[in-house]
């Protein structure tokens, strides 16, 4: 099993705008937390302490083309993580 520093990514139990999606996703290049993206791109991160930054009041932002990428990198990357805990916790399901 691959060892990963990140935090998986967690759907929240709450409800929230539309075209919103609630997460918690490490991003190590930038040492940050994404918590929340909009349909847009728009993205707010955690805030100090590891509270959401939504709860917090935290501001929309919209990435820098740096950070898209690195976002992109450690979402595939969890991605992949999420596929293989899957394959190891429900060998019955088909292959993705």
Do not use: F
Request: glycine content about 6%; some cysteine.
């Amino acid at each position: 099993m691959r060892s990963s520093s990140s935090v998986w990514m967690i759907r929240s139990w709450r409800p929230r705008p539309p075209g919103c999606s609630e997460m918690w996703l490490y991003v190590e290049p930038m040492d940050a937390v994404v918590v929340e993206v909009s349909a847009d791109g728009r993205v707010r991160y955690a805030a100090a302490g590891g509270e959401a930054a939504a709860e917090k009041g935290g501001e929309w932002t919209t990435p820098t083309l740096q950070e898209r990428r690195a976002i992109l990198y450690a979402a595939e990357k969890e991605s992949e993580a999420l596929a293989e805990l899957l394959d190891i916790l429900d060998p019955t399901r088909s292959p993705t």
